[in-house]
């Protein structure tokens, strides 16, 4: 029945996705402050469309949150909904074949930036909830959470959160901002990296010199940089940084042949991002490379004369935005902390270096015994016919941390992206099969949840 | 009597040179195409006006080369003026503290892109040779070159240089286009640096990958580009590229004695740099490593996310713009293959490389004991009070050595310009000091130049 109502509905449905995919709510970029208070608006507009009471955008520090809420019942469960109405940066736009706040629908998928993170994602859910509206079936209390900076460290969510304790009271958390493995094998993810993120500078000689007249009698900004950079990792790939792999939890021979029964095809991965050989950490093979080991990443770098043709400065400074995956134990203060102090110290004297950091976030593992998990497992099963995968992922959603820590509430990461989705790359994309696939599995959670909670 | 006539007419010649300043003759950018193309008319006008010939605008495959003589008398020795009237790049604007296109004139210098580098210094020769023709004074023929493609390799110099080898026939060239130690200590070049300029490209992944869910099992190629530009010195600062240092010529000690009594204040160096340390070869001073020495400098860097904020991503591929300094008797055909041999080399196989080459050129020594040399140094002698000290310098005029194997014609390397000039630098500057110095000069190297080759 609420089957048929989605077919009938969808291409509303994806309409709705494509307006809200028009607005470029790229929270990074202050230009762009007036779109993302508009997408604020439309979700607002849509949840209450949808039947949601309470509708409020509410105000932060930041970039506004959106909540809403539809309470059946103070004595059944509640599920608090979180996603995100931010996106990233488009640029590089040359690289994308349609600009990217143009949506268009090719090949059953949606292409726009934010199509799958979070935009198309998060809508799942406002559709859901309608779903379920329409129906009567909506068998438990349901809250949205829906910020607008979580691209850029959900910076203010953390003081919304502490003080909105009583209204954000709920039994479980629901997220798709996560990934599955692929449309016939579907995973839910129940761990995930944390981050450390910093930007450093490299102050060389007062202002910028001709490199004839300077070269190779002062310290260079860039070549100091990268050597400062090349020193991080050793020649077996492991990160240099004293003590960062102090608090790593090893995992046991048993869980890494657990992981190991994942389905994963070297040569097509290599394949399909066109790679002569994977590098990575010595010891460790892809998957566990990008889930249960922390990294260390240059995301930019830039200094000097970048335009056309030819010019022999030697710059003042040099730059680097640096990030760092981070693994349970390890916490992002403590690895930023030990990074900024490597950092200075092996720096020459014959430069100055200023380390800034950037949001981190705390690495996570979800429980699987939960009830939670069972009812996401479950409705995954009778959607798909086959039974979902756990899987560590390598992203980080340092909120899932957070909300564990002051709302005591366990997380569920019903993810229905893939990694062909290309999110946070040009081209990013969202499968209509998938947007209507978490549309129709996240009401059966729903009743699964609450069904399983009653009889506990 | 020119004195005077100088003195009656600075303020005009200032002005013309204002003039020229404005106009934003930036040859590595294709958007300031026309103000190239004006620059080139000014300046032939300022020849017409002042009292050249056959003054043309030469074509070329690039920017025209502006060509002028004034034949007194063809038994007459003939000296070849060559300057050029394109500027660096002006970026980053943000860091001049006037506009670089609009002039200004304050503590008795000239502030604009160009003010030294080289469009005042070709001035003075321009005013110059009108203060001789005013007085009827020219005492030798006089051809002018002056191009508009120096800061980007003076591309189409050669074939112009080939294809008009008789025009161009001439006892001496005359450049201005390097600098002097100090007003009260004036020096001339008698050695430039060569220079080989190429850009590398890192490809890893073929697209914009996200740090989580890859960060760790494929190649970044930042971190690898920075990891292979450090490898490109050893721990004593020296460059590993094997062979880069097989046809360098060493200086004996006494040479180096020689050199070391040229006036050099290291604190004070420091100090104005705001430098800790000096940084470079082990085993050689400041000054031997800016002149005797050859250098690897990366100019530009650039990759990934490089805007406000933070943006968690792998990037496809990552840039550098680098240059080595030569110097005798390395050639930059020989050493750019070197170069990109080793860089290709060292690339693991994780990525992708592509060295391309930009211009380069031959590193060049002048000879001391010629009738040019004597004439320019006893016109300084004349004008400055003091003899002329000879200095080895560290930048690059490529084309004084095409000019020797082309032509056959040694050069002498007559410049007015200070270190504090900061050319290619924000707020560049010409001392208008140096500026009217030069034009007395100038004329008084043409009278010695003619007297000494009589009696030879």
């Known amino acids: 029945m609420m089957k048929n109502y989605i077919s009938e509905n969808q291409d509303r449905f994806i309409q709705e996705l494509l307006d809200m995919l028009r607005i470029p709510s790229v929270s990074a970029d202050p230009k762009f402050k007036n779109d993302v208070l508009r997408t604020a608006d439309f979700v607002a507009g849509k949840l209450t469309e949808a039947g ?42 040359e690289l994308w074949d349609s600009p990217p706040f143009e949506p268009v629908v090719k090949h059953e998928k949606i292409y726009a930036r934010g199509a799958s993170d979070d935009k198309g994602q998060m809508y799942m859910h406002v559709k859901a909830f309608e779903v379920m509206m329409q129906h009567n079936a909506l068998p438990c209390n349901v809250k949205f959470m829906i910020e607008g900076e979580e691209e850029v460290g ?62 190779g009698a002062v310290a260079n900004p860039i070549n100091i940089l990268c050597r400062m950079i090349a020193s991080l990792h050793d020649e077996h790939n492991r990160i240099t940084i004293p003590g960062f792999y102090d608090n790593v939890v090893e995992l046991s021979k048993e869980e890494r042949e657990e992981m190991a029964r994942a389905p994963f095809d070297l040569e097509k991965y290599k394949k399909a991002l066109d790679l002569q050989e994977v590098h990575g950490e010595e010891g460790y093979v892809t998957m566990e490379r990008t889930s249960i080991r922390p990294t260390l990443d240059v995301n930019g770098i830039w200094g000097g004369y970048t335009g056309e043709g030819a010019k022999t400065v ?35 004297k014959s430069v100055k270096v200023l380390v800034k950091p950037h949001h981190g976030g705390e690495p996570v593992v979800t429980p699987t015994n939960s009830i939670a998990y069972q009812a996401a497992a479950m409705a995954y099963e009778e959607t798909f016919g086959i039974k979902p995968v756990p899987v560590r992922s390598g992203g980080s959603i340092p909120i899932v941390a957070m909300f564990k820590s002051e709302l005591g509430i366990d997380s569920v990461l019903m993810g229905f992206g893939l990694d062909a989705d290309a999110i946070h790359s040009p081209n990013e994309s969202f499968g209509i099969f998938n947007f209507l696939k978490g549309i129709e599995t996240i009401p059966l959670f729903f009743r699964n949840f609450a069904e399983m909670s009653k009889k506990r």
Request: proline share 8%; hydrophobic share 35%.
């Open 52 to 93: 949601a009471d309470k509708v409020e955008i509410c105000v932060t520090g930041g970039y506004p949150i959106v909540y809403g809420e539809k309470i059946v019942d103070p004595q059944l469960p509640t599920v608090l909904v979180y996603g995100h109405y931010d996106v990233q940066p488009a640029d590089p736009y």
């Open 154 to 215: 959900s910076d203010n969510l953390g003081t919304f959160v502490k003080e909105n304790k009583d209204r954000l009271q709920a039994d479980v958390i629901l997220i798709s901002d996560t990934g599955m493995l692929a449309n016939d094998v579907p995973s839910i993810t129940t761990g995930l990296r944390g981050l450390s993120y910093v930007e450093v500078e490299v102050t060389g000689p007062n202002r910028d010199l001709h490199s004839g007249m300077y070269g």
């Open 314 to 348: 030697i710059p003042s400074k040099a730059f680097a935005k640096i990030s760092m995956r981070l693994v349970p134990n390890q916490s992002p203060e403590e690895i930023t902390e030990k990074f900024t102090q490597h950092f200075e110290r092996i720096a020459p």
